[in-house]
């Protein structure tokens, strides 16, 4: 069965830099799209990045600090986070989606992922 694991969660200072894994097994990885969520207490899951064939793509709140990347060969998707925030604090998701057919679709809404990983806490304090 398909499974994504992800690490590298944590506390860190505000301004500080994270690096979170996401382990993929079960699927045919690079037939996927990865991307990344986050859910702060009392709030919406919501987009942070995803990378569905060439170019990553990022939401607004974490466009420049943010950074996602892909090891095909590894089955591993990354997150890295610079300049971190407070309003960072989040469990962070990740999430494979069915490549779209089209390069240009970016797949930014929860219900486009089919697989979900059990997240990582990330908590940054000011």
């Known amino acids: 069965q398909v499974q994504l694991v992800e690490s590298g969660g944590g506390l860190i200072q505000a301004g500080g830099s994270l690096r979170l894994s996401c382990a993929a097994s079960?699927?045919?990885?690079?037939?996927?799209?990865m991307g990344w969520f986050r859910q702060a207490p009392g709030k919406e899951r919501d987009f942070v990045a995803g990378f569905s064939w060439n170019d990553p793509y990022y939401a607004d709140s974490v466009k420049g600090r943010f950074f996602i990347g892909r090891d095909n060969a590894k089955n591993l998707v990354y997150l890295g986070m610079s300049s971190l925030k407070p309003e960072d604090t989040a469990v962070y998701y990740c999430?494979?989606?069915?490549?779209?057919?089209?390069?240009?679709?970016?797949?930014?809404?929860?219900?486009?992922?089919?697989?979900w990983g059990q997240g990582t806490q990330v908590t940054v304090s000011s």
């Open positions: 079960g699927l045919t990885f690079s037939s996927y799209a």
């Open positions: 999430a494979a989606a069915p490549r779209p057919a089209s390069p240009f679709q970016r797949l930014n809404f929860r219900s486009e992922y089919r697989y």
